[in-house]
């Protein structure tokens, strides 16, 4: 850690970069940048992302941090092409091979051409930062390698989100983070459920805490809503069309409101599998009319559609592969543009929102009580405005990303050498 004056140096250890669906990682990113820091971006992915619809956020990110993309290995179908690569890098192969015996371990064949291939990409000696943060634990776990290795140096931070400690857990054992935890040197989980999860799972508590994702409250315009005179009470949800997601509880929600009389439309912001299954339950609801699935829509978009709505819905559940949520950003931004939110009693979402004083909380997967919430709401527009007015300072108080970046340096010891860039 630089104690003469030096530029404070931190990487991320990422998923194929830039990923448009994962805003929370960009605003970390930025807001480090914004503190002066040397932020190196290590994206292990195949392929080169479509650049060409990208966040202002990102944009900016690309321009100040320095992007160094590796790639990974082929589907098992295509692995002779991974043979052919290690056969025509006979040092690197070799130097990982002894690297690894010396570590007294061998990684997995999978993961020997990853370090094969980021021994090529990085080159030289060991790339060395104060700290590296891994978001997603599968990340870690390869960090640990790559330092292990002498790949990269630095202290290894690594963040939990939902999918990792949850479905991969599920599928591959309690036991598959072992090496993570023997190794990393900062657990951080995204609310006090998630670091409850990963320690079930072997997490060190002395070196495990919670911190959460964040959002640039400035970029979440804060307005009341009122009422919806002579219109339909407008719902929104934004996700993923996944199982966790729980967009079919919604839609089948919405039909027992209009039932009961009310008149509301539900709109849905996301893409993905489910989206047959969703559109067959709005046909046999007879809801054509009613619940618009809106597929993927850039930020400009999403902004207009959520000035535009009353109520945010979001009825997330835990999936048949064990897939869950974390923490649910979304959650934080529709309180923070002012409105009221109804969500699932589901893992760390009541750490996001104040029950009865910023929305309300229902049990997963049960549509009647999700009517109920919907309807209750629908019918007191009143509740509205100070619904949304204690939520947007409530999310402003404790999920602005320039404070939690604060607080992440303050848990890494580095406040006093990443002082707020002066212009």
């Given amino acids: 850690m630089p104690r003469d004056g030096t530029q404070l140096s931190i990487a991320l250890l990422l998923d194929n970069y830039p990923a448009v669906s994962e805003t929370f990682i960009d605003n970390q990113i930025l807001s480090l940048i914004d503190r002066g820091i040397a932020v190196t971006i290590l994206s292990f992915g195949r392929g080169t992302p479509d650049t060409g619809n990208l966040h202002e956020t990102t944009r900016r990110i690309l321009a100040a941090a320095t992007l160094i993309r590796v790639p990974v290995p082929r589907p098992s179908a295509r692995r002779l092409l991974d043979l052919a690569y290690l056969g025509s890098h006979p040092i690197a192969s070799l130097r990982i091979l002894v690297r690894a015996l010396k570590a007294g371990s061998l990684p997995s064949p999978y993961d020997f051409i990853r370090l094969v291939m980021a021994a090529v990409t990085l080159g030289g000696p060991a790339r060395a930062f104060d700290h590296v943060l891994c978001h997603f634990a599968p990340n870690g776990q390869f960090g640990t390698w790559l330092r292990d290795l002498d790949l990269i140096g630095g202290r290894l931070v690594t963040f939990f989100h939902g999918y990792d400690f949850s479905e991969r857990v ?44 964040g959002l640039y409250p400035d970029r979440f315009p804060f307005r009341a809503r009122i009422d919806a005179v002579g219109r339909p009470v407008r719902f929104l949800s934004i996700g993923r069309l996944v199982e966790k997601k729980g967009h079919i509880h919604a839609i089948e929600a919405l039909a027992l409101v209009r039932a009961a009389g009310v008149d509301a439309d539900l709109a849905i912001i996301g893409e993905g599998p489910t989206r047959s299954a969703l559109e067959a339950a709005i046909d046999r609801l007879g809801l054509g009319a009613h619940v618009r699935l809106l597929g993927r829509r850039t930020q400009e978009e999403i902004a207009c559609l959520a000035d535009a709505a009353d109520i945010f819905v979001l009825a997330s559940t835990s999936a048949a592969s064990g897939d869950v949520e974390g923490q649910g950003l979304v959650l934080q931004e529709a309180q923070a543009l002012g409105m009221p939110v109804i969500a699932s009693n589901h893992n760390g979402f009541p750490e996001g929102l104040i029950d009865g004083e910023t929305g309300l909380l229902v049990a997963e997967r049960d549509p009647p009580a999700l009517a109920r919430a919907m309807i209750e709401l629908a019918r007191a527009p009143t509740r509205w405005g100070p619904m949304g007015t204690a939520g947007s300072r409530w999310v402003r108080r404790h999920f602005d990303q320039a404070y939690l970046t604060e607080q992440l340096l303050v848990l890494l010891g580095e406040v006093p050498h990443a002082a707020v860039k002066r212009a």
């Fill in 170 to 213: 599920q599928a591959q054992g309690p036991d598959l983070y072992r090496r993570l935890f023997e190794r990393g040197d900062i657990f951080i989980a995204n609310t006090n459920y998630t670091r409850g999860r990963i320690l079930d799972i072997g997490a060190p508590a002395a070196r495990t805490v919670k911190l959460p994702v």
